[in-house]
């Protein structure tokens, strides 16, 4: 069985730094896609940045260009997003979600059939 255990939610200042982490387990195929998506109270879901294992290369949402960066772990089954120079308007409920086909949509939730429960980041002003 599939699953998806997110890590590194908590609170911080704005203009600060802080770091999620998911791992898959169940898995057998190394190469997949893993993204992180964020949901505000009352919003959508958005995409902020998708993981492909296989290459360890990563796609943005554009309100977290250049301030996000997803990677890689050294096990092929764990990426981390590292969240810096943090905006009050990143604060949400931060859900990783893996699947092996996302089409030509890596940030679009319904490409995704595997999520986690979600780690909660808060960014204060």
């Known amino acids: 069985r599939v699953q998806l255990a997110e890590s590194g939610g908590g609170t911080a200042e704005a203009g600060g730094s802080l770091t999620l982490s998911c791992t898959a387990s169940?898995?057998?195929?190394?190469?997949?896609?893993i993204a992180w998506f964020r949901q505000a109270p009352g919003k959508e879901r958005e995409g902020d940045a998708s993981?492909?294992?296989?290459?360890?290369?990563?796609y943005y949402g554009d309100s977290v260009k250049r301030r996000f960066t997803g990677s890689r772990a050294n096990a092929k089954h764990t990426v981390r997003l590292q969240m810096r120079n943090l905006k009050p308007e990143v604060t949400g409920r931060y859900y990783c979600?893996?699947?092996?086909?996302?089409?030509?949509?890596?940030?679009?939730?319904?490409?995704?059939?595997?999520w986690g429960q979600g780690t909660q980041v808060a960014v204060s002003a």
């Open positions: 979600a893996s699947s092996f086909d996302v089409g030509s949509h890596p940030l679009g939730s319904r490409g995704f059939p595997c």
């Open positions: 169940g898995y057998t195929y190394a190469r997949k896609w």
């Open positions: 993981t492909y294992t296989g290459h360890d290369t990563t």
